[in-house]
């Protein structure tokens, strides 16, 4: 894959998820640390005029193109459903950085208010012990759910540097607890 080829950069490292946690079956390489704040990426690409369809290149750009999803390409549950799959029988097999991950693990959607609560309903559904926090990222025309989240209604740049420091507030980010 053309992402092992490029040496990524330490903060990009800190969201990168690897393959082998990702797509069941593939040859397990494990990074030399785990990652700070892994994340999962889901963009309407149809959202917000073109710039959903761009944000995606953004995101695929700067991590794993395997944790990066157009919604409307793969549908979250099924994404979400095997990535846990996966992770449980690899803690299973006594991965060390399988829980790691787990416990770390972000997600990021964007698109509109509709797009962001498909996500945070497919999120509740999956009945973890442990909820995935979920970032919005408003792509949609109202976007009052990442307004009330605190993510403002404005749709977001999608250059690269922007994509980035996006990444970092994700992770740097107070969770908000809502009801199920």
């Given at each position: 894959?053309?992402?092992?080829?490029?040496?990524?950069?330490?903060?990009?490292?800190?969201?990168?998820?690897?393959?082998?946690?990702?797509?069941?079956?593939?040859?397990?390489?494990?990074?030399?640390?785990?990652?700070?704040?892994?994340?999962?990426?889901?963009?309407?690409?149809?959202?917000?005029?073109?710039?959903?369809?761009?944000?995606?290149?953004?995101?695929?750009?700067?991590?794993?193109?395997?944790?990066?999803?157009?919604?409307?390409?793969?549908?979250?549950?099924?994404?979400?459903?095997?990535?846990?799959?996966?992770?449980?029988?690899?803690?299973?097999?006594?991965?060390?950085?399988?829980?790691?991950?787990?416990?770390?693990?972000?997600?990021?959607?964007a698109g509109g208010d509709g797009t962001a609560g498909w996500i945070l309903g497919?999120?509740?559904?999956?009945?973890?012990?442990?909820?995935?926090?979920?970032?919005?990222?408003?792509?949609?025309?109202?976007?009052?759910?990442?307004?009330?989240?605190?993510?403002?209604?404005?749709?977001?740049?999608?250059?690269?540097?922007?994509?980035?420091?996006?990444?970092?507030?994700?992770?740097?980010?107070?969770?908000?607890?809502?009801?199920?």
């Amino acid at each position: 894959m053309a992402k092992d080829l490029k040496v990524l950069s330490d903060s990009l490292k800190d969201f990168f998820i690897p393959d082998y946690v990702l797509l069941y079956g593939s040859e397990v390489k494990q990074p030399s640390r785990a990652p700070a704040s892994p994340m999962v990426v889901f963009v309407n690409s149809r959202s917000g005029g073109q710039l959903g369809g761009e944000l995606l290149i953004s995101y695929q750009m700067l991590l794993n193109k395997n944790q990066v999803f157009d919604l409307n390409e793969n549908a979250p549950d099924k994404v979400l459903h095997q990535l846990y799959f996966n992770i449980e029988k690899l803690k299973h097999d006594g991965d060390s950085f399988a829980p790691e991950i787990q416990k770390k693990l972000r997600i990021i959607v964007a698109g509109g208010d509709g797009t962001a609560g498909w996500i945070l309903g497919v999120v509740s559904d999956l009945k973890l012990a442990q909820l995935p926090p979920v970032a919005t990222v408003p792509l949609g025309t109202g976007n009052n759910l990442p307004f009330a989240f605190g993510w403002g209604k404005k749709n977001p740049s999608i250059d690269l540097e922007s994509v980035k420091m996006f990444l970092n507030l994700v992770k740097d980010a107070k969770e908000m607890k809502v009801d199920r």
